[in-house]
């Protein structure tokens, strides 16, 4: 264990620093966890599927650029895969995007089928991963997927929802 120490900078050399590696517009950012929080029923899961296509066609749907095209996976934990199947159809026909383009490029998954927990806390509190998390991390390398949607956050995990120490393990 280190000391926790102040440590000074004696110098800053920008050109060799690395770039961030955003996917989607300034909201998406390569190997980091972005939320998107606003109150229920504005849009949100109509928002990360068109997010989704945008980053399986690699085309600006949301007025951000699509910098790194890739497969996407949507685990969606509220709604059956007939509800997330008819938003996608909606998606398609409203950007006129046939299903070719995005056809083995989105998974899609439902919590009605299959929920997706990634944490539990125990008697004591602690804060418990599920096995889902590996799971989870093996498909993504397995099929090569760029970006993991996880809707609504708060439907994976059975912590308390109050607790920032038992929500930022969770995250």
Not at 18 to 45: D, E, F, M, N, T
Not at 67 to 92: M, P, S, T, Y
Request: aromatic residues 6%; glycine residues 4%.
């Amino acid at each position: 264990h280190h000391p926790f120490l102040a440590v000074f900078l004696t110098e800053l050399k920008t050109n060799v620093l690395p770039r961030r590696q955003w996917i989607l517009g300034r909201s998406l950012l390569h190997a980091q966890l972005s939320l998107l929080v606003a109150p229920p029923g504005v849009g949100k899961s109509t928002l990360v599927i068109i997010q989704a296509i945008a980053v399986c066609i690699a085309r600006n749907l949301t007025g951000q650029d699509v910098f790194e095209q890739g497969k996407v996976w949507i685990h969606n934990n509220e709604d059956d895969l007939h509800e997330l199947k008819r938003r996608v159809a909606a998606v398609l026909s409203y950007y006129n995007i046939s299903f070719a383009e995005i056809r083995d490029r989105l998974a899609l998954t439902s919590g009605a089928d299959r929920p997706f927990i990634v944490a539990k806390s125990d008697r004591s509190g602690m804060v418990v991963r599920q096995p889902d998390v590996a799971a989870c991390v093996e498909q993504i390398k397995v099929h090569g997927i760029k970006l993991f949607v996880v809707d609504p956050f708060s439907e994976t995990h059975e912590v308390e929802e109050n607790s920032n120490e038992q929500i930022r393990v969770v995250a």
